[in-house]
């Protein structure tokens, strides 16, 4: 780079000032003028060649699902994004579609889903494009990589997540959390609606519940969102804004425009950089007060994994990965449930009834095998997030050439996506009441809880990914419904909409809430 520095001596007329300043624009002017036409020429170019080697989607496309998307004209019919590639793909041969100005091939087709996640799973890896999105907040998390580094993290967190002392310890944080938190919290705000009537944003609480459980399981650290004065933490309020930038930059068509911001540092780049730092810091932190105080007598994932693993910024990646899925998913699956329980009373009767079966009237659940017993709560769960998936798509990408089972040409680097929200609504799948809520569907002619093909209910994921904190996420979210239904009345504020609306994020999030009355419940005599 070149400077530019006007010297005028004290004795200079204002004449010559007044040159020497014209000078000094002329020169300045030729300058840029100069780097412009050095930038035109040699730099654009190279962009160009490089731009034209990579596998990239159509900048336009002339078909008429993409003109569709392009011009954001599905939104006249549909409410939700999900809701129109649902409607494209049940009416699509082999349930799958191609959107070429994204890239990607969508499919809710079983057998794709299988082929992706098992038969051909290592042709089907995140995928670095996938990585750089998210590679700014997760870093090297579980979630954001492939090959060795996953294999090893799975590994390790396969050997703790599957340990009795790990789901005992998840047991009595979300006790605890229910008992000193989320029943105080809802009984006060039932005794304050006799006086006058209010409405609590329920999908608000879920999402602070989860992240007060999650940050105790993972880091041992206590953000006390959920405590009467409903505080909202630095951290959290943190963590919420890189979830959602990080995920606008999913779903951009042109992913060249955040890269430029990123570059730049403006806008929404510059926001996500300073939420990231914010979370980055109070976790360095966190994992330097562990180590100087010891974590061999701790239980959460933080001070296990530092057994294993001692570089800092890998172990801080590792476990915000587990924050990040553990927190969103369960507080998405808690508020889709209650708003389905809130349309089908004759439900919420039946795992009341079961519970007093089960446990006993008015007794509460003391261990984390008695929870196995409640197969119809276990069939409601389940069957909430058959309708509603916490993550309502996931993506990979084919790194060779690849035929799907159903036909489908895949050019090496596209973007595969299989879709679970539409899986759930697609009768040749689920049958011609797919679109029920329905926990009955789930049962045997006993009572007991039956699971589904994975790869046809791929909530979890399925095959070699297939979700490691399954059984502490379904914990989390039957132990809340159960304390909850038992001891309130809970009613939507407002009419209910035939469907939910969604708003952009890495998971399900309601637009505008979850607006609720609550009244306490009568307790029934033994």
Known sequence: MFCFVLIVSNDSSPMEVELETFWFLQCLHAYFCFFLIFTLVTILPLLSLLFSLLPRPKLWCTCEICHTYLNMSWSKQFDNLCDWYTHLLKNSPGNTIHIHVLGNTITANPDNVEYMLKTRFENFPKGKPFSLILGDFLGRGIFNVDGDSWRFQKKMASLELGKLSIKSFAFEIINCEIKDRLIPLLSSFAASQKEQQRVLDLQDVFRRFSFDTMCRFSFGLDPKCLELSLPMSKFATAFDLASKLSAE?????????????????????????????????????????????????????????????????????????????????????????????????????????????????NQELTSFGEMKELHYLQAAVYESMRLYPPIQFDSKFCVDDDILPDGSLLRRGTRVTYHPYAMGRIEEIWGPDCLEFKPERWLKDDGVFSPENPFKYPVFQAGFRVCLGKEIALLELKSVALSLLRSFQIQLATRPHPTLRFSPGLTATLSGGLPVLIREREVAPA
């Open 249 to 361: 930059r999913a779903m951009t068509a042109f992913p060249l425009v955040w890269k430029l911001k990123r570059a730049l540092n403006l806008g929404s780049e510059k926001q996500l950089k300073k939420a990231i730092k914010i979370i980055h810091i109070l976790a360095k932190e966190v994992i330097r007060q562990r180590r100087k105080m010891g974590f061999l007598a701790h239980n959460d994932l933080l001070s296990r994994f530092m057994c294993t693993i001692n570089d800092e910024t890998y172990l801080r990646d590792v476990v915000i990965s587990f924050l990040l899925a553990g927190r969103d998913t369960v507080a998405s699956g808690l508020t889709s449930l209650f708003w389905l329980l809130a349309k089908h009373p004759n439900v919420e009767s039946e795992i009341r009834r079961e519970a007093d079966r089960v446990l006993g009237k």
